[in-house]
């Protein structure tokens, strides 16, 4: 019975993870033992003074063990910058957009799964259908942004680093309904305001083959610069995922959404978020691992 129990958990792995790509919140799960989770995937985000756009984002994640999982993420960024109003010479509003493109931060992370709970069934019908997935995890995720040697610093494509990132992510499963919360904490140098973030989603997987879910996320400055109001970012999103080949390797990935504040030039809310990529899930099959 442990032994089921245990090779059930390094599947859970594989099969179980609902936030991460295309969601901007994390959750405790990883690809599992020798696993591969490789994201491709378009982001952007628009606000009424500038846009940021990755084209791509490129996110590769190795599993090392059943409950560690190490990140490399590089995205190429194109930054647009509006100056807002200008005069046409008519009474009307003109908009100046300037467009940078460049390497963005590299991103390297390392997650652990420290705790997980599982309830325990007495029959063995209910032991295989439980023990599919834990009830609740916790993991952290502490995450290095580095800028590579470009000049997308100089020319503002990215912010200046090094900064890092200290999370905990939490996930539940409730009856059908999926629960995912992260809270963190974001330490940049003196050019860069320090930050919160906090994520949550909730959800339900409709079929085997597709998931979807409704995300709250908020970004805000720990500190004021400058005596200026601290700033914030608060979006909320809808998306999901949906496998596209029957075993289930190949996802198509997709989310939309926006700022639930007011937008309104001069601040960082966005006038609408997006995801759009491709997820592949590679490593040994369960034959090959047992």
Known sequence: MQLVAIHLVSLCSVACAQAGPPFKTDDPETPGNKHWEINFGWMGERSAGEGEYSLPDVDLNYGLGDRIQLK??????LHEVRQLPGSSGRGESATQAR???GAGESLLGVKWRFYQHFSRPSGQAAFDKEYSEPKFSVSTYPQLSLNNPTSSVEREVVTTGPQLLLPLEANARIGPIRIDGEVGYWFTNRKVP????RGMIIGHEFTSRTEAYVEIYDQQDATRVNGAPKARQA??????????DRKHSILLLLMGGRSFQEVAPGNLQPSWIAYVGVQFLLGPSET???
């Open 99 to 101: 467009l940078d493109l």
């Open 194 to 197: 320090q930050s919160w973030i």
């Open 72 to 77: 490399f993420e590089l995205p190429i960024v």
């Open 235 to 244: 979006t909320t999103g809808l998306g999901g995922r949906h496998a596209v």
């Open 288 to 290: 090959s691992d047992k």
